[in-house]
C-alpha cells in the first residue's frame, strides 16, 4: 500500500500513544509524516527515527497546537520541509476528569484551548492551504455517546471536534477534500493505564462485546481508512472505533 | 502451511453495490458466495468474471423474501465452504411512496424484503458466522437525510441499524463484529433508471464531494469492515455519501 508517495500527512500529537501508532501507519501507507510534539522533542525524534529505521521518510516539528501563530509557522515550515500537508490528523488533546461541580477554571480553559481552540486552528490553515484531494481526520472520544460523569467538559469539546467536523466537510464543497473525525474508546496506552486498579481496567475491558482494551493499531488503522483510497465517500462522519462499547 | 481461504456470503450479489462488493471481497481473497433471486445471468457473469480474476466463487438462488429460500441459501454456502467468515447482507428493494398515497401492499413489500429478510439472514448468520468473523448489512443514508417520500423506505432501513447495534451486542465473546453501511446516491443501473441529466446533477451538487457514489465507493468501506483494519468498528452503522445533506 503506497497511496501516500510524495504526499504529507501531519499528526499532531505524534509523539506518543494513539499520535505515535498513526505517524507510523501512515508512513507505512507511504506518506511522508510530520510528526507534531508540543513539549516532547526526544519522544517524537524517536518516533521518526523508529520510522525512518524501517524505510519511511518522517521528521519532527514543534509547535503548541492551542496557539494560531505556532501553526501557521508549523504549516509553512512543513511546506518548506517536505509540501503542503495533504493529510491532516487532529490527535493532539488533553483529558482532566471531574465532576462539573468539582472541575477549576484553569482545568476547564486547558482542555478548550487545546482540544478545542487546538483543533479549530489546525482546521483553519488546512482549509486555506490543502490541496484537492486532502483528508482531514479529527480525533473525538467515544465519551461523546458513553457520557459518564466526570467527563463533562472532555466529552463536550471533543463533541465540538464533531460539530467542525461536520460543518467543515460542508464548507470545503468543491475541493474534493473530506473531513471526518474517529471517536476511539478506551485505548490501550500509557495515559489510560495511569492510576487506574487492575479491578477498574478489567471492568472497563468487558464493556466492549470485544472484551479488549482497544490497542493504538486499532484506531491507527481507522485513520489509514480514511486517509486512503476505501475511505474516499466517506465525508463529514465521525466513526465511533470502541469494539462495540457503544 | 497455506491458510484457509477466508470466505463471504453476499445477498443480492447479482448487479450494482452488491455486484461490486462480491468482486472487491474476491479481490482481497475471499471465495464469494453470490446470492441472486432471479438474473442468474448477471450472478454467472459476476463469478465468471471473478474466476476470470483467479478468484473463488459460486452463484446461490434465493428469494429472501422467502425463509425456506433463506435457509437453503445458507445451507448451500456450508455446504460449499467449511467456515464461513464474512456475510454481506445487501438484497433490498426501493419504493416510494408519500404518506398520504402509500399503499399497504407497498408498505408490506418494503418490509417483507428490507426488514424481515433483514432479520432472517442476520439471525442465521449469527448462528453460521465463524468466530472472528464479520456481519454487514446495507442501510442506507436516507435515514439521516430523511427526503419526502422516503418514510417507509428508510424506516425499514433504520429498522436494520437498529437490528445489527443489537446484534452486535449479542454476539459478546465471539470476537464477531456486527455493522452496517449507508450509502447515499449510487450511480447503478437501477438508481440511474428513469432519472434526467438534470436530477442526476442536482444530486450530486447536493454533496461537498460534486458526485455520485460509485458502487466501489461502498465495496471499499465494506471491504475495511471486512478486512483486518475494521475489526474494533462494531456496533456502528457508517454513513458513506460523500457527506451529502
Redesign the interface.
Known sequence: MAHGQDKTALITGGSRGIGAEIAKRLAADGFTVAVNYASNPGSADAVVKEIVAAGGKAFAVAADVSDAKAVATMFESIAEQASEVAVLVNNAGVMELAPIAKMDAGTFDRMVAINLKGTFNTLQEAARRMGDGGRIINTSSSVTKLRQPAYGPYAATKAAVETLTAILARELRGRNITVNAVAPGPTATELFFKGKSDELIANIKKMAPLERLGEPSDIASVVSFLAGPDGAWINGQTLFANGGAI | MHPRQKTALVTGASRGIGAAIARRLARDGFAVAVNYAASVRDADAIVSEIERADGHAFAVQADLADAGDTERMFDAVSDRFSQLDVVVHNAGIQLLGAHAEMDGVALDQLVAVNLTAAFRVLSRAARQVSDGGRILALSSGTTAVLPPRYGVYAATKAGVDVLIAVL??E???R?V?ANAIAPGPVATDLYLKGKTEADLEATAAR????RL??PD??A??I??LAG?????????T??????L?
Open positions: 452486535a451486542k454476539l459478546r465473546g470476537g463484529t454533496t461537498p464531494l460534486g457514489g460509485q465507493d461502498i471499499g468501506a471491504a475495511f483486518p483494519g475494521g475489526e474494533w468498528v462494531n456496533g456502528q457508517i454513513l458513506v455519501n460523500g457527506g445533506i
